[in-house]
């Protein structure tokens, strides 16, 4: 399983992942799951990752190939992500890259009765005036993109992580309250499902730097992470505790 | 969909459940699903059902026919609720409830590409020597039981409202304790999923009084859970701004 969100905020884009993956409990392995593409100074972009390992993994193959072969002035293999002019056309790369991958692959995952079901985050800039977008790109390859109404995206097991995020960020919260928001999402998600796991790659990017920003891997070993986890989990329950009852009579 | 939840605790047992039921988003009512089999004085038993409405009303029929025919001495239908004389024995009876109608149902409903998909939580107490217990009962009639290590059954949409459980509630909890965290995962799950709806069913159950304690609807002008609501999401926000920050350079 895979838990991976990112965040849409007026100063910027703040993308996080687990790395864990899983053919059964008894083969977890760490992949990662979060992959950079940029120019730095002209573009950059992230791509997360979520389901069928080997699926992600060949549509990250057929981007990285796609930059790699743009001098060779292939028919189709024009545009790519180094090239691309705006972020919606590198969407429209990774969609392409996706329904690519599909085409190879789908009838052999059906014959094994797998299915082609990925979800995918893909969010950046280049330069050329228009701010940070992040997208939702799905196994169609279609996707849509990230509002003030609705500043986040979420892949994988989003479910224990989400209430968190609804109740702290907008897209007028800073990159650090979304980057403690990403931490607190993954502890509530690590507790409930193992099949997400340490370390989770994090990323935030700064409007108009065009280049990485706070690149970090978070581990068990990681002082402020096991500070928060214990802060959040107290915070918890003094609220929990200071709640005031019921005047019910049980 | 549904979200119910029952505690486990050392002075009884807390059951809640939903009303929202949905056939599309055009086609949402309220049903209960929580449902009382009494005998006041001697016994108590609550079932909470997911899944399928027919397939849980046809369910709760079974047992209710079972009930009814108790003195007509049927071969197969001797053992009903009211007679069972422990709770495992109850939780049989309930198993093969469902038994019946899958076999009644489970065909008709593949015709038309269905599942026999169900979730039941079911518990009480029958005056004996035993102290409460509480089972979850799965769509082929089996059931596993709670225990002090896992103090809590969930079923439907449970994952939303799981978190603010796991870092609250032990079998060592008071009823009322149980009681607040079951609005708060029910707050957090409504928040995140519109088709689990208010008004929600509550009854807590305390040891061997083998009746009813507090039962009662809250609904939205339920003034106790509207502060509950307000509170919560304050002290969410304001743990969090307390929050330390990193010391990453974002």
Redesign the interface.
């Known amino acids: 399983m895979t838990y991976a969100v990112a965040f849409y905020l007026e100063s910027g884009l703040v993308f996080a992942a687990d790395s864990r993956t899983n053919a059964g409990v008894d083969d977890v392995s760490t992949y990662r799951k979060l992959t950079v593409f940029d120019n730095p100074g002209e573009r950059l972009m992230t791509l997360l990752a979520s389901g069928n390992l080997a699926v992600t993994q060949a549509i990250t193959e057929v981007l990285r190939q796609g930059i790699k072969s743009k001098n060779k002035k292939k028919k189709n293999g024009a545009l790519n992500l180094m090239n691309a002019p705006d972020m919606f056309t590198a969407a429209q790369v990774v969609g392409e890259a996706v329904r690519q991958v599909y085409q190879h692959d789908h009838e052999a995952l059906r014959e094994h009765n797998e299915e082609f079901r990925i979800g995918l985050i893909f969010g950046g800039q280049i330069k050329g005036g228009e701010p940070p977008r992040l997208f939702f790109i799905y196994s169609a390859g279609n996707f849509i993109e990230a509002s003030q109404d609705s500043p986040y995206f979420q892949i994988g097991e989003n479910?224990?992580g989400?209430?968190?995020i609804?109740?702290?960020i907008t897209h007028q919260s800073t990159?650090?309250?979304a980057?403690?928001?990403c931490l607190?999402s993954f502890d509530?998600t690590m507790?409930?499902n193992i099949s997400v796991g340490l370390p989770i790659d994090l990323l935030?990017y700064?409007k108009d730097t065009f280049k990485r920003?706070?690149t970090?891997r978070v581990d068990e070993k990681d002082d402020?992470f096991q500070?928060?986890r214990g802060?959040?989990?107290d915070?918890?329950?003094f609220?929990?505790e200071?709640?005031?009852?019921?005047?019910?009579?049980?």
């Open positions: 479910k224990y989400k209430p968190i609804d109740r702290t990159m650090v309250q980057a403690k928001a607190l509530s507790r409930s935030c700064r920003g706070l970090m402020y500070s928060v802060y959040w989990g915070a918890l329950r609220a929990f200071e709640m005031p009852n019921p005047d019910w009579k049980i």
